[in-house]
């Protein structure tokens, strides 16, 4: 069964860059078939997709964090990694990675989903 | 970017009964549209993809409906361990955007 589980420190300080691994097992992340992301969620608060990466690096972002975002892959390691620079406090956030699959076929067209999740970490921006 | 307004934010309900979320996009997305459900403390769980297929291993009483801008999630028949978080999200573009979310909460 895949598993995704994400590492890194809890704690950032305003200003300086977060930084976190995601270790994928019990599959390849060298995978034609699937791109993998990183989604946070404040406390309290919704879902926000941040970006994701594609076992050949090619990266997309979300417009809005894209000046400070940063996504890179170790197809050796099977891990991705995300670093967010400049944090503030409203980076506070649990965050997870994710693997996007195209594989979800209905009615003659394929649709991408973000079928597994990591359990989530929680990254705290404080002095 | 594609804006997803769920409604409502909040929801009472008791266990047995129908329960219908709304999902609204701010264009057309086509079927490009997921559900999922969210426990505290827990990642999203993926529920329902292309706007009405079920995820494998999610019980029937789970289905969804809708296309283009206007979509909804139905449980026939509340259970307990329903009472939970439930997010709308399209794949029909990038940036991928979620809903804010609809709170179930036990009446």
């Known amino acids: 069964q895949l598993q995704l589980q994400e590492s890194g420190p809890g704690l950032v300080k305003p200003s300086e860059t977060l930084s976190l691994t995601c270790t994928v097992s019990g599959g390849s992340i060298s995978s034609s078939s699937y791109y993998w992301g990183w989604i946070r969620q404040p406390p309290g608060k919704g879902l926000e997709w941040i970006g994701s990466?594609?076992?050949?690096?090619?990266?997309y972002y979300n417009p809005s964090l894209k000046s400070r975002v940063t996504i890179s892959i170790d197809t050796s390691k099977n891990q991705f990694s995300l670093k967010l620079s400049s944090v503030t406090a409203a980076d506070t956030a649990v965050y997870y990675c994710?693997?996007?699959?195209?594989?979800?076929?209905?009615?003659?067209?394929?649709?991408?989903?973000?079928?597994?999740w990591g359990q989530g970490t929680l990254v705290t921006v404080s002095s | 970017d594609i804006q997803m307004t769920q409604s409502p934010s909040s929801l009472s309900a008791s266990v047995g009964d129908r329960v219908t979320i709304t999902c609204r996009a701010s264009?057309?997305?086509?079927?490009?549209l997921n559900w999922f459900q969210q426990k505290p403390g827990k990642a999203p769980k993926l529920l329902i993809y292309?706007?009405?297929s079920l995820q494998s291993g999610v019980p029937s009483r789970f289905s969804g409906s809708g296309s283009g801008t206007d979509f909804t999630l139905t449980i026939s028949s509340l259970q307990p361990e329903d009472f939970a978080t439930y997010y709308c999200?399209?794949?029909?573009?990038?940036?991928?955007?979620f809903g804010q979310g609809t709170k179930l909460e036990i009446k």
């Open positions: 264009q057309s997305i086509s079927s490009y």
């Open positions: 990466i594609y076992y050949s690096g090619s990266t």
């Open positions: 994710a693997r996007r699959s195209s594989g979800y076929c209905s009615g003659g067209s394929c649709y991408s989903v973000f079928d597994f």
């Open positions: 999200q399209q794949s029909y573009s990038t940036p991928h955007s």
């Open positions: 292309a706007a009405s």
